[in-house]
């Protein structure tokens, strides 16, 4: 296309973009332009996941602190039992793990009878729920402050190494058996890679994973029109900032900037970039505008920019191959071989056709990594209308793809 499109750039907005994509819908009521991710109300203390969404339902519901080997502080809560059937013995636990720039309140944006968590709470699982470091639970560590740029000097390698692990060795221990576990996007990624370095195997019973993430490529083809009329002076000086905080204003005033481009159409951009999602609820969006997005490290949109640019699932390069060698005693990253993945591994991988951030010929290109694996142990959905926030909050999603996953778990004995 010959447009001079850096991978930074192009991740941070599609990323962003999410939001606005579905604040901006049409069909929605609302206008083109107006951008709830500034005037957030952030005085407001937010009310946790469990007195928020999962007990006024009509849930029980625990919230636990976890703290990882490097001192962080991460919320989890735990539905046990669903609206009837009781607290059978021996339930099968399932853990959710969100995406990036989004918690664990994700799962709860829907009515009962349509949100993941609680769907499959009523279906006699013991349902668990992760908020990885810097969203608004887990923005605690026992020494650093969020307000320390030392608190965010983290990618999604470490959540690989510190959080996933202190999690499921945490909901292992508190009920004694293996897990199920659902990602979606980069909670995918970071399953994937996780069990491609042989970590949590044993304890993991099968995985769905929900548009799932491992290779970027094609994205930035979509984002590369975006990425030439962008402002790479205001994104070269976000990356100076630790705390990635969609709601800040640094972020805020990099989108607005954009989409006042008079050569710039934002609902269409928006649209092309992350994808049309087929079939969002109004109550549902406005809820998840009251609760998202959270913030994240800028050095976790660098990594994941990083893997936009070298199509290929890498450790966090520092840029530097004396930098390198001193993180991992070679001058390249490690490579995360996805090949590796036990291939005896029960899988369940949904995708969608309209997804741009999980754009099809990546997860091509992610199934082409999984050839080895026994067949009758990997489950492929493709969905045509789907893109990417449809899995998490579509309307039809309980039916297309929820009920899918139950029977899934349910074939592992
Ligand atoms: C949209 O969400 C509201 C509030 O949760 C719910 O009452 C309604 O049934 C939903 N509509 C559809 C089509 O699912
Ligand atoms: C960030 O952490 C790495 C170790 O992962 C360390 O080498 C580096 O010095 C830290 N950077 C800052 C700015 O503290
Ligand atoms: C990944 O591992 C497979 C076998 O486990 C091997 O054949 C392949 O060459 C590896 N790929 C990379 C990029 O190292």
Redesign the pocket.
């Known amino acids: 296309m010959g447009l001079n499109c850096t991978p930074s750039v192009a991740v941070v907005l599609s990323l962003c973009a999410l939001f606005l994509v579905i604040e901006s819908h049409p069909a929605l009521g609302s206008n083109r332009g107006s951008f709830g991710l500034a005037t957030d109300d952030v005085t407001a203390p937010p009310a946790g996941i469990c007195s928020g969404a999962v007990i006024l339902q009509g849930y029980k519901c625990q919230e636990f602190d976890v703290r990882t080997d490097d001192g962080y502080i991460l919320s989890v809560q735990r539905i046990p039992e669903g609206r009837v059937g009781g607290a059978a013995k021996n339930k099968q636990p399932v853990l959710l793990q969100h995406g990036v720039l989004v918690d664990g309140m994700t799962w709860l944006l829907s009515s009962p009878d349509e949100s993941l968590a609680l769907i499959l709470a009523d279906s006699g699982f013991d349902v668990w729920i992760a908020n990885t470091r810097g969203t608004r639970f887990s923005r605690r560590h026992v020494t650093l402050d969020p307000t320390d740029?030392?608190f965010w000097?983290?990618t999604w390698d470490?959540m690989v190494t510190h959080d996933l692990p202190t999690v499921i060795d945490f909901v292992f221990k508190q009920t004694g058996n293996k897990i199920h576990y659902v990602g979606h996007s980069m909670g995918t990624l970071i399953a994937l890679a996780a069990f491609s370095e042989g970590k949590q195997i044993d304890k993991v019973k099968a995985a769905a994973l929900l548009s799932p993430i491992a290779y970027l490529s094609h994205m930035t083809t979509a984002l590369g029109v975006v990425a030439a009329k962008a402002f790479v002076g205001e994104i070269t000086s976000l990356i100076g900032v630790a705390e990635f905080n969609p709601k800040g204003e640094p972020v805020a005033n990099f989108l607005k900037a954009l989409c006042a481009d008079p050569g710039l159409n934002c609902y269409d951009l928006l649209g092309a970039l992350t994808g049309k999602n087929c079939c969002l609820n109004v109550s549902t969006v406005d809820l998840f505008l009251k609760n998202e997005p959270q913030s994240t490290a800028t050095?976790n949109m660098v990594h994941l920019a990083q893997t936009v640019r070298d199509g290929v699932l890498k450790k966090y390069d520092y840029g530097n191959d004396n930098?390198n060698v001193?993180?991992y005693g070679e001058a390249k990253p490690p490579v995360y071989n996805l090949s590796n993945i036990p291939h005896n591994l029960p899988l369940f991988l949904s995708y969608g056709g309209q997804d741009a951030l999980s754009d099809v010929r990546d997860v091509a290109t992610l199934l082409d990594s999984l050839k080895l694996h026994d067949e009758d142990k990997l489950s492929v959905q493709y969905i045509k209308d789907y893109a990417h926030a449809d899995f998490i909050m579509g309307v039809s999603a309980k039916d297309i793809v929820y009920n899918q996953i139950v029977a899934f778990f349910k074939r592992q004995n």
Do not use: I
Request: a negative charge.
């Open positions: 740029p030392d000097n983290w470490d050095k930098f001193e993180h």
